[in-house]
């Protein structure tokens, strides 16, 4: 059974940050890419940020710069570091994996959803 189990989520004020964590076990075949997708409430979920196994990363264009996606082959975690954080990155944020295609970009791609975990940034 696939099992994702995520971390780092919690409450900030604007400006500061937060590093979210993924660790993935029971997948198979193999694993080639996770990601982070977000659900604002009243919105539909987007991408946030991806990254395969060979280390090829795919970003929101507009939250480039402020948000990095790393992945620890060996632990099969990834990691979403998010910087200067404001009020409009408030959502619920999704860890997904891919066992069948390097995506993990689109909701396509994904063959394994994470529970999700809140993130609220005040003003």
Same mark, same amino acid.
């Given at each position: 059974?696939?099992?994702?189990?995520?971390?780092? =989520?919690?409450?900030?004020? $604007?400006? !500061?940050?937060? /590093?979210? #964590?993924? &660790? +993935?076990?029971?997948?198979?075949?193999?694993?080639?890419?996770? =990601?982070?997708?977000?659900? $604002?409430? !009243?919105?539909? /979920?987007? #991408?946030? &940020? +991806?990254?395969?196994?060979?280390?090829?990363?795919?970003?929101?264009?507009?939250?480039?710069?402020?948000?990095?996606?790393?992945?620890d082959n060996?632990? +099969?975690?990834?990691?979403?570091?998010m910087n200067?954080?404001?009020?409009?990155?408030?959502?619920?944020?999704?860890?997904?994996?891919?066992?069948?295609?390097?995506?993990?970009?689109?909701?396509?791609?994904?063959?394994?959803?994470?529970?999700?975990?809140?993130?609220?940034?005040?003003?």
């Amino acid at each position: 059974e696939v099992q994702l189990v995520e971390s780092g =989520g919690g409450s900030v004020r $604007a400006g !500061g940050s937060l /590093r979210l #964590s993924c &660790a +993935a076990s029971g997948y198979s075949p193999r694993l080639y890419c996770m =990601g982070w997708f977000r659900q $604002a409430p !009243g919105k539909s /979920r987007e #991408s946030v &940020a +991806a990254i395969d196994t060979d280390g090829e990363t795919s970003y929101k264009t507009a939250l480039k710069g402020r948000f990095t996606i790393s992945l620890d082959n060996a632990k +099969a975690t990834a990691y979403l570091q998010m910087n200067s954080l404001t009020p409009e990155d408030t959502a619920t944020y999704y860890c997904a994996i891919s066992t069948v295609t390097y995506g993990c970009f689109y909701h396509g791609d994904i063959t394994t959803w994470g529970k999700g975990q809140t993130v609220t940034i005040s003003s």
